[in-house]
Structure formats: structure tokens, C-alpha cells
């Protein structure tokens, strides 16, 4: 018999199993997904004992499945799980409380519950979404193959899963399903070292795990454990070995999580990847964090340090008379790390410029204006080549240019050696990046990202001084020059490589640094329309907009229906340097909203919501509890409205680049009339203030306005390992990346300045009533 059946008709049927009760999930006559174990339950050891219900109960308008089990080892445990209707009619609730009314002699045990698909579909055909970890098939190489874990077990702890979901989508059928937490994890107690080696972990958490297990010859299964099981997962080494957590077996011991298995229709996997992320907002009950300071205040302090950094050399110490702002340091000392001076991605110099240049106008600060003048004129006339290629990183030690370490990777520029490198970067990174590094060095050339994010704000900042009366002619004049090496490098496809020789060629080789596959050869493309634009819009030449319009034909066609967002990041971890990443998205959705406001088609007006809403997937929707005593828990670090930096940690590893892109989210709420990205902006302004050091709550850093380019929500790369400076490797859960690089406060000052200059304001109750969105924030 039926036990219940939703408004939607969603059913929930028991059905006899082996040695007991399964239940079956179906609309109308058509199954959709089987438990024939729903309760797995694994001790330290690792005996798995996988039982049906011992039996099922209907209370009121829910099923209830009982199983009371003596494991091997003689620990009593006692699982229901009560199934009840959803209020949208198209899910259940799982309520599951565990008890262990007698301990044997194991020290844990875990529970998992496991729905199988009974939908006649080949594992080929499913596409999956995990928040910042796994997109459609994580395949941009276009090999068949999952490019980071080598396969589609995929298990993320909660802490790591920005959404507390997975989703499976079948595109012939546009049918979504997800497996969602609805418990918000609220503790979780430190890992030791030897728990880090062996992998096995015994604990009093809250930290459960949820996955997707895609096996050829097995039906697709959703899963979820309660305490963490990853099966392979480089939370620990680059190895990819599991680990997992167990309950410590105690008399008495009792847990309860809560779970939403669903089941909806979603004309593609954006659009269900978008359903994912409401249902998630509302049933996490996300709202925006409460500001630690004013946000005048956190700009001001953002600002005045970076002008702590501040350095230049007259003729007579080095005739190139370089300058830019020196921000790239351990918080904690604050000294500057080497002596390089980075144009675009981690350093942003011309970014800074532009941030100073505008503030120093706003208020009467000519010191800010001088300096940042001189950033830009030694960029002008010292790294750029008259075809407009542009060099990325000047060493003031050297007195000449380096080249593709950047990022969490600078630690090659300063080592001779391995020897070197392993002292800061530890033997997984070395061994894995060293060879390439090698490699690299003979390759002279320069990121397309790099070269756009030094040229963009060039324009920006040329367009600021003209309003007030001053000439910068030779900051267009190499803008133009640049335009012109866009324009000679652009594809008939309307394209750019990754990377380009000084002489205009698109770089290939190694492969592992630029790319395998057209996708990620070409992943530049998501860059030069912001450049193109501005061009456009200043000196008002056609070929500058078809070019970019052209851009982003080939990145709605190329990378928006397959969700192939990939390349926004210059550095890596290991596995690949091209991957699949936040930034990539952040920059094919400016690139898109540009090109519409540009050219007016709809079409990319589609395209970039696409992207924004891929964008808000990225997200941490709930504020992860940390270890008591760890530097994020002491300064009341808050996850939500956080992006994950990129595939390969996962949702391990938060960065700060979304602060840049605020305002083209809210051009894209606006175009589109999509109320909900308001919200998403406001969880994102509000969420990412964390982290940054103020008077009262320090973490620890050298001086206010100091923030680490990431933040570790879990663990990457974690297993024991000394190393003198490891970026983000060797962290634990709680931990910083201990570096700050320039991006960090120069995309913040700028997301805010472009409030400021579309709305007047950066208080956001006012752009709300502005932009007549109302919402969580209102």
C-alpha cells in the first residue's frame, strides 16, 4: 500500500526487501528512486552492516522506518527515520534519529542512508552539481573522464558543501534530483594529526557528508552519512585516499539530521542547479551576516592599508623607476614576501591605482593620486611592448620581468631549487608542480587575464582623470595598443588562448598549464570584453564592439550550456592548471552582461543570467561551526556568502574574488528582472567583511584592513607536513592561507566604488529601494 502520496503526486511505498521493509519513491505509475537498505551502518573497523527497515509505520501523514541491529562487534543501534511530505508537495522529509542503547567493542559507528535511481537511464547520461566541486561532468578537458578524483563517487563532507545538496539531472527527461541537509550543522571538534594520517576519525561532530555514487553495471545512488564519509577526496593528499567519522560508541549516544530527498523538472541543469540554490536559501532560512563594522569603515581600513604598502624607486636605484603597492605578505608579520610588483590577478596593481585615484578625488587626498600615478605611468612606460603585449610581474631585485607563478605559487619565483621549494610548498606541490615549473621558465609570455586586468583598470582610471580635467593620453594610448593586440589575436571563432607569446601567439604547451581541449585552450575568451568595452566607449570605434560581441557568442555557445565555466584562475594546487572554477564564472558573467548593455542582444542577456545563477551555486548559504580554539572560531569567522575557490580543494577553500563582481550581478538582476541575484549580492557584501582584521578583533595580523586571500572551511591537502610557508596547503579546518595578496582589498574597494558610481550609495537598503527589489535583505 501507499503510505503517502504529495499534492503533486510524489508517493512513498514500502515494499518487502531482504529481511525486511524498503521504501520506494514514484510519481503516478513511474518509479523514481528505492531504498532497499535504507540504514548502512559502518564501525571503525570497517564491517558495513546494510539493513531494510525492520519495519514501517504510518503516523498521521508520514511513514515511519524502524531498525533496532546488534552489530558484530555488539554495539545495540537503533535507527528511525520518519518520512513525511514536503509543504511544495514535490519532496520528502527524512527525519533520521540514531541511538545506541549498548556499546560493543568498536569505538565508532556511522550511518548512512542510500537511494538508489530505479529510472531506466545509463550512468552516461546523468549530469551532477555539488556546490563548488563537481558541474555537469567535470570533463572540460573532453577526454570522457572526470578530470580531478578520476571518477563519479564523489562525497563531500558539509563543510565543504556550500548548499548542504547534490543533484543528479537527467537531460532527456529535464528532471532533477536532489539529496539535501536541512539541519544546519551547528559543531564540530578538532582532527589531530594521527587522525589526518590514518583517516580514520573518531569525534563528537555534527559533520555529516552527502554524495554521489555513479558506478557503470550500478544504479545511480544518492547518499548520506552521518558523520563524514569521502571515499577519495584530496581533503587529505593529493593521493585522493578517503577518510571518514564516526559517532564514539557510547551508552546513550543519540544524534538527529534531517534530510530532503526531491524530485522537479528544470528546462536544463543551470536551471535546476537555480532550483537547488532557492530551496536551499529557504529551507537554511540564509540571511545576510550582520556587518562586524560600518562597511565606510571596513573600505577605509581595507584602503589605508594597502597605502601602508606603497613603495617606489627613484632613477638612480633602478632607471625604470618602478612603484606599485607591495601587498603580498603573511598577516601575521606583515612583511613583504620577495620583491615582486604584480600587474593583474594576485598583485593588481592597476587595480589599486584605480581604487586610489578615485578615493583620492573623493576625498581631496592628492598623495593617493600621485602614487597611484606613478603605478601607472611605470606600467606604461617600462611593461608594456609597442604591439601591446604587456609583462605581468617586475622583480625590483632582478631589475627585470618573471613570468606565470603567481598566486599561491610565487614561492617558485623565489626558488633556485627544489630544495627551496620544498621548504615552502611541502613535497605534494613540489612534486607535482616542479617539473612544470621548469618548463615554464623557458617560456616567455603572459596571461590573457593578467594583460586584461592591467589594461581594464588603466581605461577605468584615464576616464577618471578626464573628468577632472587631466590629460593621461599615454594610459589610452597603450590601451589602444593593447586593443590592437586583442584584435590581431582574436580568433575567427571569436576567441583568445590562455596564454600569449610577446610576439601575439597563443600559447598550448605544456598542456597541463594552457589547456587540453578547445574549452580550456580558449577559456581567455571570458577576459577582453571589459577591455574591448571600455575602448568602445571612449574612443567609439566599431571593431572594438564587434569584437567583443563576437567574444561572447563564443562564450554563450561554448561555455553557458554545458556549465564548461573553467580558466579564471592564472595558479593551481596540482592535478591542472585550467579547472574548473568560481572566477570563471565571475568573469564570463561581467563579460556577458557588458556585451549586452554593449550590443542589446537578448541572447546574451540570457547567457549571463545563466552565469549568475551558476554564480550563486558557488556560495556557502550557512555559517560553518569550526574547531573551538582555531583562529576562525576565536574571530568569529562567517562562512555564508563565501564562493568557493575552484574544484580541486571544493568547498575546502573560500577566496574574496566576488567582491569585484557585485555590481555586474546587480546590472544582470536589473536587465533581467531577477530579484532574487539582490538577494545573493547582499549575502555576498555582507558574508565576505569576514576575515578582515579591525580594532576589537585582530586574528592575530599585523595591522587593520588586512584579509587572507582564502579561508580554510575544511581540509585540503591536509595530512601533516612541515613546510616554512605552505599558502593553503598543510591547513586545517579554521585556519587561514596565511597570505595576503593585493587582489584581496583592491577587488573589495573597487566592487564598492562600482556601487557607488551606479547607485550613489553603498548602503544597501537604498539600492534595494533603487533597483525596487525587496527580499531578504529588506
Known amino acids: 500500500m501507499t503510505n503517502f502520496e504529495t499534492a503533486t503526486g510524489l508517493a512513498v511505498t514500502p515494499f518487502d526487501a531482504e529481511n525486511g521493509t524498503g521504501l520506494q519513491l514514484g510519481s503516478g505509475d513511474a ?6 537498505t535504507p540504514v ?4 571503525d573497523d570497517g564491517v558495513v552492516t546494510a539493513r531494510a527497515y525492520d519495519s514501517v509505520e504510518q503516523d498521521e501523514e508520514a511513514s515511519l522506518g524502524r531498525l533496532d541491529t546488534v552489530l558484530p562487534d555488539g554495539t545495540r543501534v537503533v535507527v528511525l527515520d520518519r518520512w513525511s511530505p514536503s509543504s511544495e508537495g514535490d519532496s520528502v522529509q527524512v527525519s533520521r534519529s540514531i541511538s545506541i542503547p549498548t556499546a560493543g567493542s568498536a569505538a565508532g559507528v556511522r ?51 556550500g548548499h548542504l545538496a547534490v543533484l543528479a539531472y537527467l537531460p532527456q527527461e529535464n528532471q532533477g534530483f536532489s539529496l539535501a541537509r536541512t539541519s544546519v550543522p551547528t559543531f564540530d571538534s578538532a582532527i589531530s594529526d594521527d587522525e589526518l594520517v590514518s583517516g580514520v576519525v573518531i569525534s563528537d561532530s555534527d559533520i555529516g557528508s552527502l554524495g554521489i555514487d555513479s558506478r557503470e553495471g550500478e544504479p545511480l545512488a544518492l547518499r548520506a552519512g552521518y558523520p563524514f564519509g569521502e571515499e577519495v577526496t584530496f581533503s587529505l593528499e593529493t593521493s ?25 523538472f528544470a528546462e536544463d541543469l543551470t536551471e ?19 556587518l562586524p563594522l560600518p562597511m565606510e569603515e571596513l573600505e577605509r581600513h581595507r584602503f589605508l592599508l594597502t597605502q601602508l604598502y606603497f613603495k617606489d624607486w627613484d632613477a638612480e636605484v633602478d632607471p625604470k623607476r618602478p612603484a606599485g603597492y607591495m601587498t603580498h605578505f603573511s598577516p601575521r608579520k606583515g612583511e613583504t614576501l620577495g620583491s615582486l610588483i604584480e600587474f593583474g590577478f594576485t598583485g593588481a596593481q592597476a587595480l589599486h591605482a584605480l581604487n586610489a585615484i578615485r578615493r583620492g578625488y573623493r576625498e581631496d587626498a592628492p598623495l593617493w593620486t600621485e602614487r597611484a600615478r606613478k603605478v601607472l605611468d611605470f606600467f606604461v612606460r617600462e611593461m608594456q611592448a609597442e604591439n601591446g603585449f604587456s609583462e605581468g610581474i617586475y622583480d625590483t631585485q632582478s631589475k627585470d620581468f618573471v613570468r606565470w607563478f603567481t598566486g599561491i605559487l610565487l614561492p617558485f619565483q623565489y626558488s633556485d631549487d627544489d630544495s627551496e621549494a620544498l621548504a615552502y610548498l611541502g613535497s605534494q606541490m613540489t612534486k607535482a608542480l616542479g617539473p612544470i615549473a621548469r618548463t615554464l621558465r623557458t617560456v616567455p609570455g603572459n596571461y590573457t587575464r ?31 595598443r593593447f586593443g590592437a593586440f586583442l584584435l590581431a589575436a582574436q580568433g575567427e571563432d571569436g576567441a583568445w588562448f590562455r596564454g600569449y607569446s610577446p610576439e601575439g601567439e597563443g600559447l598550448t604547451n605544456p598542456v597541463e598549464w594552457f589547456g587540453k581541449s578547445s574549452v580550456e585552450q580558449r577559456s581567455g575568451t571570458i577576459f577582453p570584453i571589459e577591455v574591448l568595452a ?17 567574444a561572447a557568442d563564443y562564450i554563450t555557445d561554448t561555455f553557458v550550456p554545458g556549465i564548461l565555466y573553467c580558466g579564471g584562475l592564472n595558479d593551481t594546487s596540482h592535478i591542472k592548471s585550467v579547472k574548473i572554477d568560481s572566477v570563471g564564472v565571475m568573469f564570463a558573467m561581467r563579460s556577458l552582461i557588458m556585451a549586452y548593455k554593449l550590443g542589446g542582444d537578448q541572447r546574451h542577456l540570457g547567457a549571463a543570467l545563466k552565469a549568475a545563477k551558476v554564480l550563486s551555486s558557488w556560495l556557502f548559504l550557512w555559517d560553518v561551526p569550526f574547531p573551538k580554539g582555531s583562529l576562525l572560531d576565536v574571530g568569529g569567522f562567517r562562512s555564508t556568502g563565501w564562493a568557493v575557490c575552484d574544484a580541486i580543494p571544493g568547498g575546502g577553500y573560500v577566496d574574496d574574488e566576488f567582491l569585484e563582481f557585485v555590481g555586474d550581478m546587480l546590472d ?69 592561507n596565511d597570505t595576503c595578496n593585493g587582489l584581496v582589498n583592491a577587488q573589495a574597494l573597487y566592487g564598492l566604488d562600482t556601487l557607488r558610481n551606479t547607485f550613489g550609495t553603498i548602503e544597501f537598503s537604498e539600492i534595494r529601494r533603487i533597483l525596487g527589489a525587496t527580499g531578504q535583505g529588506a
Not at 538508489?116 to 577526454?143: H, I
Not at 571600455?534 to 563576437?550: D, F
Request: one cysteine or more; a negative charge; glycine letters at 10%.
Open 31 to 36: 518509479g523514481l528512486f528505492a531504498t532497499s
Open 240 to 264: 585522493g585516499r578517503g577518510w571518514a567519522g564516526f559517532l564514539p560508541i557510547r551508552e546513550g549516544r543519540t544524534a538527529v539530521v534531517e534530510y530532503e530527498l526531491r524530485t522537479f
Open 111 to 161: 550511518a548512512e542512508l542510500v537511494v538508489e535511481s530505479t529510472v531506466p537511464a545509463q550512468q552516461a547520461d546523468w549530469q551532477f552539481y555539488v556546490t563548488g566541486a563537481l558541474y555537469n561532468r567535470n570533463d572540460t578537458d573532453l577526454d570522457g573522464k572526470e578530470d580531478y578524483l578520476g571518477g563519479y563517487v564523489q562525497e563531500y563532507r558539509d563543510d565543504r558543501n
Open 40 to 43: 548502512r551502518l559502518i564501525t
Open 272 to 290: 535546476a542547479i537555480w532550483s537547488v540554490t532557492q530551496r536551499q536559501i529557504a529551507r537554511l532560512q540564509t540571511r545576510p551576516a550582520e
Open 534 to 550: 571600455a575602448l568602445h566607449r571612449i574612443t567609439g570605434k566599431a571593431e572594438y564592439k564587434q569584437a567583443a560581441l563576437r
Open 450 to 480: 593578467t594583460m586584461c586586468e592591467s589594461i581594464f583598470p588603466l581605461l577605468l582610471a584615464y576616464e577618471e582623470e578626464s573628468r577632472h580635467g587631466i590629460d593621461q593620453s599615454q594610459w589610452l594610448a597603450a590601451g589602444e
Open 668 to 736: 544582470i538582476a536589473q536587465a533581467a528582472e531577477e530579484p532574487d541575484l539582490v538577494d545573493i549580492v547582499e549575502i555576498v557584501l555582507a558574508g565576505m567583511q569576514y576575515g578582515l582584521s579591525i580594532p576589537g578583533n585582530m586574528l592575530g595580523y599585523a595591522a587593520p584592513g588586512i584579509q587572507c586571500e582564502g579561508y580554510m572551511t575544511s581540509y585540503w591537502l591536509s595530512a601533516p607536513e612541515k613546510t616554512a610557508f605552505s599558502g593553503a596547503v598543510n591547513k586545517k579546518k579554521g585556519d587561514d
